[in-house]
């Protein structure tokens, strides 16, 4: 009963490297979202995906990409990271009804 | 103004004590509403989940909607410790694209043995 699960859960970047974090969830869940978690900032959507093949902007999009090329996968992407981009990244799945999270990845930019 | 306010806290209460959580909202197009526990280092974990207006019990937990005063709570009866945690709401429109879900910020509550 693996529910949403992100890869990796910790990972250390310089400025100007690139990286995909990974979700997967096994719900059969239409819809998926992205999300970065900072103090005092609360949950900030990023992207989001009503079905396969597609994506959408949410509240912060910039600097950041996706692709959802299987329903059970999303994929967040970090063309060139900045320290900016610190924060821990949640993904979520949904179809009716609330949101279902993993436990996120905490992502350091240096 | 944020669409959805939710006190920070910390909110302290010793164990066995009534926790009261509340959010205020400014969007009177939300009609589901959702809160969310979160442990420290882990993701949010949807405890209720209620459309329109009314109460909802499950276990030691109720969630209380008041569209008129754009006004929810949840009250966890009988803490324990293992309550301790940030306490999310969430709510969204009927048909919002993607279901997408506006947040509070959060309430921090401890509850001491």
């Known amino acids: 009963n693996a529910g949403v699960t992100q890869t990796p859960k910790f990972r250390v970047l310089k400025t100007g490297q690139s990286m995909t974090l990974l979700c997967a969830q096994d719900?059969?869940?239409?819809?998926m979202y992205w999300y970065r978690q900072d103090p005092g900032m609360g949950l900030r959507l990023i992207h989001y995906?009503?079905?396969?093949?597609?994506?959408a902007k949410g509240e912060v999009p910039d600097g950041y990409n996706v692709s959802r090329l299987k329903k059970q996968n999303f994929l967040l992407g970090l063309e060139s990271a900045a320290p900016s981009q610190t924060s821990v990244y949640f993904c979520?799945?949904?179809?009716?009804?609330?949101?279902?999270f993993g436990d996120g990845t905490r992502l350091s930019i240096l | 103004q944020k669409e959805v306010e939710q006190d920070p806290g910390p909110l302290s209460v010793p164990e066995g004590a009534i926790v009261s959580l509340n959010c205020t909202y400014s969007?009177?197009?939300?009609?589901?509403f959702m809160w969310y526990r979160q442990y420290s280092r882990k993701g949010p974990e949807l405890l209720m989940y209620?459309?329109?207006?009314g109460n909802k019990e499950d276990g030691r937990f109720t969630a209380q909607v008041d569209k008129s005063s754009k006004y929810i709570s949840l009250f966890i009866r009988d803490s324990q410790p293992s309550d301790s945690a940030t306490y999310l709401c969430?709510?969204?429109?009927?048909?919002?694209?993607?279901?997408?879900?506006?947040f509070g910020g959060g309430t921090r509550v401890l509850v001491k043995p």
């Open positions: 979520a799945s949904s179809y009716e009804g609330g949101q279902h």
């Open positions: 209620t459309y329109s207006s």
């Open positions: 969007n009177s197009a939300f009609q589901y």
């Open positions: 995906s009503v079905g396969e093949g597609t994506t």
């Open positions: 969430a709510m969204s429109a009927i048909k919002a694209a993607g279901n997408k879900l506006t």
């Open positions: 719900m059969n869940h239409e819809y």
